[in-house]
């Protein structure tokens, strides 16, 4: 297959009664992770179903691995896997019984791959999945995706409520997956510090509007938080900050160009930022915010 971007999505638009997702554009090149931020209800999850045709858009255009959605639907799923938060098998199945059905839905499927990862992974293959912690229906999840030699993987906050340990467990096979320059992966998360550590790009939805989309090192050095006394607040061009932290000690100041904000205003500190910093600026973009009393170090 030819194709340079595994996923590409133009000027999406689904409309809700009191929601619409607008004119969302971004592309997944081969080969690399973006990671997809925002908070809850931020549409995320709405346009990670457009994107599967779980729901119909009401505009734009959707491609993966260079295929037009819907117009190629079948062709495309043989090649793509999606893992969500809540495990969508039969929670009276086991692994053994999954293996024979997948089996007869993937033309692909691979159960020597499969039996390797429940291996891998530490998973029973007798037990009934209802019987599985969390952590183990979310590996199970990542098994069965990674089983039928997928070309594209849709994480919808999949490792929200997982421990530490499984956490990097499952981000290591990740970047396994992508060894193959091939394959690429959506990542939808709360967590941005997994971000930080595997995602080559980020998109940062809020509200059903893309605020910030492109490299994730680029977007982080280009960020960072300007720290100022309470009363030099007023002095600082508003144009100049996303928005303003107030504590009891000073005010911190997102900026979007490090570098011209300390040409402009030179002598003050401005330090380096997180992808949970940077998200939590720009949803209160239009207002001065406090911070919690317990957050102030």
Not at 7 to 16: F, G, T
Not at 75 to 83: G, M
Not at 98 to 121: C, K, P, T
Not at 243 to 267: C, I, N, Q
Request: glycine share 6%.
């Amino acid at each position: 297959m030819e194709y340079e971007n595994a996923i590409e999505i133009k000027d999406l638009v689904k409309r809700y009664d009191g929601f619409t997702l607008d004119n969302v554009s971004f592309t997944v090149p081969r080969g690399s992770i973006m990671g997809f931020i925002g908070q809850n209800g931020a549409g995320k999850t709405t346009t990670i179903n457009c994107l599967l045709n779980l729901i119909k858009k009401d505009g734009g255009e959707i491609k993966l691995l260079g295929m037009d959605m819907p117009e190629k639907e079948y062709e495309i799923k043989k090649y793509v896997s999606a893992v969500f938060d809540e495990l969508p098998f039969n929670e009276e199945l086991n692994a053994n019984v999954l293996d024979r059905i997948l089996s007869g839905v993937f033309s692909e499927w691979d159960h020597a791959v499969f039996s390797e990862y429940l291996e891998r992974l530490q998973l029973p293959s007798k037990k009934k999945f209802k019987d599985f912690s969390k952590g183990m229906k979310m590996k199970l999840q990542i098994a069965a995706a990674l089983s039928h030699h997928a070309r594209v993987l849709i994480m919808d906050e999949a490792t929200t409520g997982l421990d530490p340990v499984i956490r990097n467990e499952i981000l290591d096979i990740f970047l396994e997956f992508l060894q193959d320059e091939e394959n690429a992966i959506l990542m939808s998360s709360h967590i941005t510090s997994d971000l930080e550590k595997v995602a080559d790009r980020v998109s940062f939805i809020d509200k059903g509007k893309l605020l910030l989309c492109g490299v994730k090192d680029d977007i982080l050095d280009a960020h960072g938080i300007m720290k100022i006394g309470k009363k030099e607040l007023e002095d600082i061009d508003r144009g100049d900050y996303i928005s303003a932290r107030v504590t009891d000690f000073g005010a911190d100041l997102m900026v979007a160009d490090r570098a011209e904000a300390a040409k402009k205003y030179s002598g003050a500190l401005i330090e380096k930022t997180t992808l949970e910093e940077i998200m939590l600026f720009y949803v209160n973009r239009s207002r001065t915010f406090e911070a919690p009393k317990d957050s102030v170090k």
